[in-house]
């Protein structure tokens, strides 16, 4: 019968801590941006019928949610960097037309 004790196992691997965020992350004008607020910015500047002909997806022209849009959008990768680019091109855009 083992007795539980204080100390640990010296075979153990200390657990390293958490790697920081990668280099890449510096320059991603994504990072900390969610595909919830993706979406939702996309659908306000565009609506639903303008956002279905900028990327012609089921999601946003038969019964649009944001809910199911989310859905689909985070089981095809394709799709999403689709919407990514859509996003960044109205960002620049916006950009643009406020100088």
Known sequence: ??????????SAVPAEPAPAAPLKQRH???????????????????GWAGLAEQIPLHCFSKDPSIAS??????????????????????QR?????AT
């Open 28 to 46: 991603n004008p994504l990072h900390g941006i969610t595909l919830e607020t993706i979406v939702t910015e996309l659908v306000a500047h565009y």
């Open 69 to 90: 849009s989310l859905k689909f959008l985070r089981k095809t990768p394709w799709a999403r960097d689709k919407v990514e680019g859509l996003y960044g091109f109205m």
């Open 1 to 10: 019968m083992k007795h539980s004790t204080d100390q640990t196992d010296p």
């Open 93 to 97: 855009e916006q950009r643009r037309s």
